[in-house]
Nanobody, 111 residues
Framework: VQLVESGGGLVQPGESLRLSCAASGFPFSSYVMSWYRQAPGTERELVASIGSTGSISNYADSVKGRFTISRENAKNTVYLQMNSLKSEDTAVYYC?????WGQGTQVTVSS
């Protein structure tokens, strides 16, 4: 199983980023996919999850209305569109399914 995140970077408050996670080694279209994040000195927290067909998703209260999780099963890829970014969104973002994790991608929101 491989999960490879991309799309992180440094942005200013109010800007947007889209994270991608390319998956391989398992039947992607059958699995719930999630994004987590971890800021320095804090525990890893769930940001958003999406069901196997993409019809059901849920979000942490802190990102509702700003972040959107989506997936393309034909491409074995899950996305996280992040709008109206805030400094408190700064963290390493991880792609997850079952017990598998990607290596993470850094998102820094700073003026």
């Amino acid at each position: 199983v491989q999960l490879v995140e991309s799309g992180g970077g440094l942005v200013q408050p109010g800007e947007s980023l889209r994270l991608s996670c390319a998956a391989s080694g398992f039947p992607f279209s059958s699995y719930v996919m999630s994004w987590y994040r971890q800021a320095p000195g804090t525990e890893r927290e769930l940001v958003a999850s999406i069901g196997s067909t993409g019809s059901i998703s849920n979000y942490a209260d802190s990102v509702k209305g700003r972040f959107t999780i989506s997936r393309e099963n034909a491409k074995n890829t899950v996305y996280l569109q992040m709008n109206s970014l805030k400094s408190e969104d700064t963290a390493v973002y991880y792609c997850n399914t079952y017990r598998y994790w990607g290596q993470g991608t850094q998102v820094t929101v700073s003026s």
